[in-house]
């Protein structure tokens, strides 16, 4: 039988194309029912105040760089989607006095500039380097601050990047929020065009997906203007560089926050229920997260929200 159009964008693959059983089930989950999607391999975890929850999120980067020394380099991979976990990260290494001489940081993903055909640059306004760089890391003591070439940001040749994974550097923990299209970092669903026509890409295929430029679903275009643009969508590009499944593979650890603002009550549902119950399709990109050894979902309570209909 062949798969469904989608609702959104009929040219793309998407969670809408999805069977409507699978929809509905995901949608029918209480928050009892999300802690018992647990399983092994698979955490779910909920936090009662914001506050505690992006706590939680700033002291993996903590956790994670307390590890690193010189015969251990030990790094994280860290999203911009949330962002309230930075300026925590940056005051909870001053005052734990962390040197972060053996530390790394990747960043997940950038905007592309279609006119130059690089990166954006970081005096862009919503560069995610600009972000983090304004954040976190200016704000750490010189003293302890992390040395420059430990700080890998995706670039528009991604080669360099790339490299990076595979320079002996131990990646403990890749985080990240998960957009309305259900993606992490820019990994979103494929277009249907192709090869992908009449099917989406099976899991093992998207997997290889390595560090690359990619072309942004409309819904992904319409979430970044609302989040960080005011809603003004003419200013958000249309491709960006984006951290691979296959660089995602390498993390010891995959931590997903769900702070209720970047996906809605629906979206926060499936994809835990589709890891859960080990159900990998490319058209739900983060439901690849399936077949990854470690992976735990951070849910603030007050976000959670509810599928029922209420019309406002």
């Known amino acids: ?41 698979f955490e779910v975890a909920l936090y009662d105040t914001l506050q505690d929850f992006y706590l939680a999120e700033a002291l993996e980067y903590i956790a994670a760089w307390r590890q690193a020394t010189a015969d251990n380099p030990v790094g994280i991979c860290g999203p911009i989607g949330p962002t309230e976990q930075l300026p925590l990260v940056a005051r909870l290494v001053n005052e734990l006095g962390l040197s972060l001489q053996h530390a790394h940081f990747w960043g997940m993903d950038e905007w592309f500039d279609e006119t130059t055909q690089t990166e954006v640059a970081p005096t862009h306004p919503l560069s995610f380097e600009k972000a983090d760089r304004e954040l976190c ?3 750490i003591h010189k003293n302890l601050e992390m040395p420059e070439a430990n700080l ?10 790339q490299k990076t994974w ?3 550097v131990r990646c403990a923990v890749m985080q990240g929020g998960q957009g309305e299209i259900k993606h992490w970092a820019f990994n979103d669903p494929l277009k249907r ?4 026509k009449n099917e989406p890409p ?13 072309d942004l679903h409309p819904v992904t275009l ?22 691979g499944p296959r660089e995602t593979w390498k993390a010891e650890k995959v931590s997903i926050w769900h702070a209720g603002m970047h996906d809605n009550p629906l979206g926060q549902r499936l994809t835990a229920l589709m890891i859960s119950k080990g159900i990998a399709d490319s058209a739900v990109p983060m439901s690849l997260l399936a077949d990854h050894p470690n992976v735990k979902f951070n849910y603030y309570r007050g976000g959670l929200g509810s599928c029922s209909v209420e019309m406002h």
């Open 1 to 41: 039988m062949p798969r469904k159009t989608s609702y959104i964008a009929a040219d793309w693959w998407d969670y809408t194309t999805l069977e409507s059983d699978l929809i509905n089930d995901a949608a029918a989950l209480t928050e009892r029912d999300l802690l018992q999607l647990s399983r092994p391999g």
């Open 137 to 139: 890391f200016n704000r």
């Open 152 to 161: 890998h940001f995706p670039k528009a040749d991604v080669a360099g990047f």
């Open 166 to 168: 595979d320079s002996g």
């Open 193 to 196: 065009e192709g090869k992908w």
């Open 202 to 214: 099976s899991a093992a295929e998207y997997r290889e997906l390595a560090t690359r430029i990619v």
């Open 222 to 243: 319409g979430q970044n203007a609302r989040t960080s643009g005011g809603g003004n969508i003419t200013m958000v590009p249309r491709k960006a560089i984006t951290v």
